[in-house]
């Protein structure tokens, strides 16, 4: 339970409102019961009824809940809380004693004449203490109420912060993969001393602006990450010319649509990875947008041992990722008929 231990200007500014509407409830409240009529009027018996009851309010506010409510030691709360009503009854009554009956004996002649002398009257004892419980009542329920909000808040600032950190370690463990898979390629070819080095470099140096400075937003363009694509299948392209049919093609209402970046890549990488493994490597990729709904669909061949064993971290990460920002808004099915591997994913944008 979150409580509030800072006392600023902000609660005090809250505390003094809530006050000052109470005597104005008292004053109409007392005007209204004694002669049917709304008028503002205040017995002077208030000048202590409501100190005493802002004491009270107080100790239990800042005293017995923590000490007792809080803790849910429940049966311990009820005792303490009979015990200080008790006593302000007890106070009230002593300051009636004190202060009001002389005050009516100089005042009020009449009302002094019919007026109790005695000090312990346990009738008015209890009232007294009967009168106050409202109080304290409505202002522990502002409590509680107010402790729930920021509790509400605080666990969703937590949940946002691990939403938050949560995605960019996903992300801080995609980059490095991506660029593990990239650079084998670009070494492989420099080895060869092939002119397309300086193609993949270029190809590169493109995906590496994309990926340090665009999949830093939440959202980027579909078109976008669709370049992004298409980068990484060229480069892939010049390394295996001879050992790849690649297909790709995208339809639809690309314009104006946005996706989480590097979402789709993943896929992509892993296609390329376990395709490679055979001696030819055939991978199509469709890749399709109907109002909001997109439809990426892959198929590649494979060895006939599981693909779906040792998917590595980047599919696995790609799931996490659309677990969080596409709740109930993705389907994903991925399955091995024999030689060949399909990928159907449905995303609501």
């Not at 509407?21 to 017995?43: G, N, R, V």
């Not at 996706?259 to 890549?265: K, M, S």
């Amino acid at each position: 339970m979150i409580e509030e231990t800072q006392i600023t200007s902000k609660t005090i500014f809250r505390h003094v409102l809530f006050w000052i509407a109470y005597i104005l409830y008292m004053a109409l409240h007392e005007a209204w019961m004694d002669k049917d009529q709304l008028t503002f009027s205040l017995a002077p018996q208030f000048l202590t009824d409501i100190p005493v009851s802002i004491v009270l309010t107080y100790i239990n506010l800042y005293l017995l809940m923590p000490a007792f409510y809080y803790p849910k030691r429940y049966v311990n709360y009820v005792i303490t809380l009979c015990a200080l009503l008790s006593a302000g009854g007890l106070l009230d009554r002593y300051f009636t004693y004190l202060v009001w009956v002389p005050w009516d004996k100089i005042h009020e002649p009449a009302a002094y004449q019919t007026e109790n002398k005695n000090f312990f009257i346990w009738v008015r004892i209890l009232k007294n203490a009967v009168e106050t419980y409202p109080l304290v009542a409505v202002t522990m329920l502002i409590k509680l109420m107010r402790n729930a909000h920021q509790q509400e808040k605080y666990l969703r600032e937590i949940e946002h912060k691990k939403h938050t950190a949560e995605m960019g370690l996903l992300k801080a463990q995609l980059n490095p993969h991506f660029f593990f898979n990239t650079l084998n390629s670009l070494y492989a070819l420099t080895l060869k001393g092939s002119e397309m080095a300086s193609g993949v470099v270029l190809r590169l140096s493109e995906l590496m602006q994309y990926m340090l400075y665009d999949s830093n937003h939440n959202q980027v363009g579909l078109s976008e990450e669709i370049k992004h694509l298409e980068n990484y299948i060229n480069i892939e392209q010049m390394r295996f010319a001879d050992r790849l049919d690649v297909s790709f093609k995208y339809s639809g209402e690309i314009d104006g649509k946005t996706i989480a970046p590097l979402l789709l890549l993943p896929f992509v990488e892993n296609a390329f990875k376990h395709g490679i493994e055979n001696d030819f490597n055939r991978i199509t990729i469709r890749l399709k947008v109907e109002g909001t709904q997109l439809s990426f669909k892959m198929e590649n061949s494979c060895q006939l041992t599981d693909q779906t064993k040792g998917n590595g971290l980047g599919l696995v990460n790609v799931k996490r990722r659309l677990q969080l920002i596409y709740p109930n808004r993705h389907e994903l099915v991925t399955r091995k008929i024999g030689e060949t591997y399909d990928v159907d994913l449905k995303l609501l944008l």
